[in-house]
């Protein structure tokens, strides 16, 4: 699956919200959503977030 920049996502790996930067080859560049350091994840590693997490990510801005 593929990811637009500004999709809200979560980082399987650890549970973590993110939202997408950038996706360059095989690496998608995400960070926190409304700010902080980014990190790249294996598109395989991603999954959507659902309305719930986006929620909570938003709020917690």
Known sequence: MSYREGAYVV???TATLAQVMAVVGRRVYVRPPGGGREWD???????LATRE???TGEAEQ
């Open 53 to 55: 997490e986006r929620a």
């Open 11 to 13: 980082d399987t790996r």
């Open 41 to 47: 994840v294996p598109p395989e590693a991603l999954r």
